[in-house]
């Protein structure tokens, strides 16, 4: 079987994918900064077990063309976005840690979001009852992934707001937000084109290329940046000696 | 359809603005010490005069002078980035992040300057990545030691 030069570009940037995100996973662990970051952890060993061996199994069982393969394929897509919307309301934790009353407000917020979502596509579902296969799933999709953006980018200013001197924090959201900005530009891209040839190429090498440089930042972020420690942390137990001189 | 064309739209952007973000992180990376003074001295860059300039007057003296600057510092530091005290001589991905967000915002320095807009925030920008790039390389050879000396302080006594 010959390979074309774009399948074999494709391969390139899935391959490249798959070592980066078990880069990703290596370098949390030997820079000890695991425990920290355990959502991103599962996020990524979820994201490498599912698109690089349970999509390749199921696709060489079923086929590439099935229609359980298809459903699969989506199914994945949806639980990645959720993944991801997971991991963003840990770095909401995270950035707020110190402003309780602000979290509780960002916590109600994040609740409300996967409901609203749902209700957003299935309005959407009921005008294109006839589409379901196709349509309502890129629609539920680009839906769920411009919301992780828009949280994404909320959670970048609400950073810049309270001025957090953490720039591994700031780059692992930088890193979200290219993914969310890439994949939601070219679901929607899809859906104006109604899924045309040259948009489907164009999604096709677009998609994993985002995440590629996702899994590129948070290697970076990882690897590069000192390791913030928050001054509760840094303190330990004389924290409650410094608030008792503070009062 | 409509809702499809504004999240293409705001994603596009969005996507633009985080790739910015995360050149502008980069960026503020702590050096341990001032390496690019040492590289600046013995290679006759003139970026920090350019940023001296416009911190000084508020704007660049001569737009020719500040684009040839800018191009020719570039040119010297990409080229160091890649030879100097560097035993892979190639550049690292995210040095290739930058040199292509240079390319990008001078770019957007000679658009200002045709739509008659400010161009000071694109020159500083600019002078900032320079910066960066000689901290890279003043760092990398502060490590490579001739005797008693570290390279730079042999390239200024030549």
């Known amino acids: 079987m010959s390979l074309t030069g774009d399948q074999l570009l494709l391969y390139g940037v899935q391959y490249a994918t798959y070592a980066l995100e078990v880069w990703v996973f290596v370098s949390l662990v030997w820079r000890g900064r695991w425990r920290r ?21 199921v696709s060489n069982f079923f086929g590439q063309t099935s229609r359980q393969f298809f459903y699969f394929y989506w199914i ?13 309301c840990g770095f909401f934790r995270r950035a707020s840690a110190h402003e309780e009353k602000l979290w509780k407000v960002v916590r109600l917020l994040l609740i409300f979001v996967p409901p609203l979502v749902l209700g957003i596509s299935a309005l959407s579902l009921t005008r294109n009852y006839t589409h379901l296969r196709h349509m309502f799933i890129i629609e539920f999709s680009q839906n769920l992934y411009f919301t992780c953006l828009v949280l994404n980018t ?31 530009a070219c679901f929607a891209l899809y859906h104006l084109t109604a899924a045309n040839s040259m948009a489907k190429v164009l999604t096709q090498f677009l998609a994993p290329c985002c995440t590629l440089a996702m899994l590129w930042i948070w290697v970076y972020a990882i690897g590069k940046t000192p390791q913030f420690v928050s001054a509760r ?5 004389n924290k409650v000696l410094v608030e008792a001189v503070a009062d | 359809m409509f809702m499809a064309a504004l999240i ?13 973000a995360v050149c502008q992180k980069i960026l503020r990376r702590q050096f341990t010490q001032e390496f690019f003074q040492s590289i600046v001295n013995a290679n006759r860059l003139e970026f920090p005069s350019v940023r001296k300039a416009i911190e000084d007057f ?22 160091l980035l890649k030879n100097a005290a560097n035993v892979n001589q190639r550049y690292s991905y995210e040095e290739r992040l930058l040199i292509l967000y240079f390319k990008l915002v001078f770019a957007s320095l000679i658009t200002c300057h045709w739509l008659k807009l400010r161009e000071t ?36 006594n030549l």
């Open chain 1, 37 to 57: 970051l355990k959502g991103l952890g599962l996020y990524v060993v979820s994201l490498f077990l599912l698109d690089g061996v349970a999509r390749p199994a």
């Open chain 1, 233 to 237: 942390f840094r303190l330990g137990k």
């Open chain 1, 76 to 88: 994945t897509d949806v639980v990645f976005a959720l993944g991801a919307f997971l991991v963003i």
């Open chain 2, 8 to 20: 293409l739209i705001v994603s596009t952007g969005l996507f633009f603005f985080y790739l910015q």
């Open chain 2, 58 to 79: 508020g704007s660049p003296v001569e737009y020719p002078r500040l684009l040839l600057t800018l191009k020719c510092d570039f040119l010297a530091l990409t080229y």
């Open chain 2, 121 to 156: 925030p694109a020159a500083l920008k600019l002078t900032a990545i320079l910066e960066y790039f000689a901290n890279v390389v003043g760092e990398r050879v502060n490590t490579v030691r001739f005797g008693n000396l570290t390279a730079s302080d042999y390239l200024l």
């Open chain 1, 154 to 184: 909320l959670l970048y200013l609400m950073l810049q707001q309270l001025a957090v001197e953490d720039d591994e924090l700031g780059l692992l959201v930088c890193g979200m937000g290219v993914q969310f900005a890439g994949e939601a």
